[in-house]
C-alpha cells in the first residue's frame, strides 16, 4: 500500500535547529516535496527533492535517501513564525501524466521562545 | 499575480442542501486539484484535471460528489445531497512546470471551510 509517516508533533526553542523525519512506502516514486501550512491557511511549498542528497534554501534544507525511503526537512535559525504544520508529499510515478501527489498527515511543529 | 481564486471563503449549509465550490486556477496552469483536509485523515485528493479533463477521481467519495472544469480558467466542485460528514476544508490547487522551482509544484488556493449541519 502507500504510506507516509511523519512525527504528529515537534517543539523547539527560537533559534535553535530541528529535523524533521518522512519515511514513505509507495509503489513508484518520482520526487518528493515538502509543505508549510500556518494554523488556517492553505499549504505552500517549500521543497522538491527527486534525487539523492542534500538541497538548501537559505534557513531550510531537504534530503532524500531513495534507497532508504526516507527525507527529513532541516530549519536552522528558527523564528516563532516558523511554528506551522510541515507536510511531506511523494509524488507516485507511474503513467507519464500522473501528478498525484500522496501526503502525509503533517508534522506540527511549535517554536517556544 | 492573484494566486488560486475559491469562493465562496466559508460555507454552512443544513444536512440535504446543495453545495457549489468554485475554483479560478493560475493563467497557464495546465492541472488543477480538488482536496479536502480534515484533522482526521489529512490532505486528500479527491479529483484531478489536466487541460480541462478529469484524468484521476479515485478520491471522490461517492457519487454525491461532481467535478467539472468547463474551461481552463474555472473548475466546480459540487456535493449533492450534503451530509455532515462533508464538513472540511476544500482546497483547490493548480500546477505546471515550476521552472527553476522544480516540476510539478502546486499552488493552494485559500480553501473553502464548509460547515454541514
Known amino acids: 500500500g502507500q504510506n507516509i509517516d511523519q512525527p504528529t508533533e515537534m517543539t523547539a526553542t527560537e533559534g535553535a535547529i530541528v529535523q524533521i523525519n518522512c519515511t514513505y512506502q509507495?509503489?513508484?516514486?518520482?520526487?518528493l516535496f515538502w509543505y508549510q501550512q500556518h494554523a488556517g491557511e492553505a499549504p505552500t511549498f517549500l521543497s522538491y527533492?527527486?534525487l539523492d542528497g542534500l538541497e538548501e534554501k537559505g534557513r531550510f534544507s531537504s534530503f532524500l535517501s531513495r534507497s532508504k525511503g526516507y527525507s527529513y526537512l532541516l530549519l536552522k535559525e528558527l523564528q516563532m513564525k516558523d511554528s506551522a504544520s510541515y507536510l511531506c508529499?511523494?509524488?507516485?510515478?507511474?503513467?507519464?501524466?500522473?501528478?498525484?501527489?500522496?501526503w502525509g498527515l503533517g508534522t506540527s511543529l511549535a517554536v517556544n521562545p | 499575480d492573484a494566486g488560486v481564486i475559491q469562493s465562496p471563503r466559508h460555507e454552512v449549509t443544513e444536512m440535504g442542501q446543495e453545495v457549489t465550490l468554485r475554483c479560478k486556477p493560475i493563467?497557464?496552469?495546465?492541472?488543477l486539484f480538488w482536496y479536502r483536509q480534515t484533522m482526521m485523515r489529512g490532505l486528500e485528493l479527491l479529483i484531478y484535471?489536466?487541460?480541462?479533463?478529469?484524468?484521476?477521481d479515485s478520491g471522490m467519495p461517492e457519487d454525491r460528489f461532481s467535478a467539472k472544469m468547463p474551461n481552463a480558467s474555472f473548475s466546480t466542485l459540487k456535493i449533492q445531497p450534503s451530509e455532515p460528514r462533508d464538513s472540511a476544508v476544500y482546497f483547490c490547487?493548480?500546477?505546471?512546470?515550476?521552472?527553476?522551482?522544480?516540476?510539478?509544484?502546486?499552488?493552494f488556493g485559500p480553501g473553502t471551510r464548509l460547515t454541514v449541519t
Open positions: 490547487a493548480s500546477g505546471g512546470w515550476g521552472g527553476d522551482r522544480g516540476p510539478y509544484e502546486q499552488y
Open positions: 493563467s497557464g496552469h495546465d492541472y
Open positions: 484535471f489536466n487541460n480541462n479533463v478529469p484524468i484521476d
Open positions: 509507495t509503489s513508484g516514486f518520482n520526487g
Open positions: 527533492n527527486v
Open positions: 508529499a511523494v509524488r507516485d510515478g507511474g503513467a507519464g501524466n500522473n501528478r498525484k501527489l500522496i
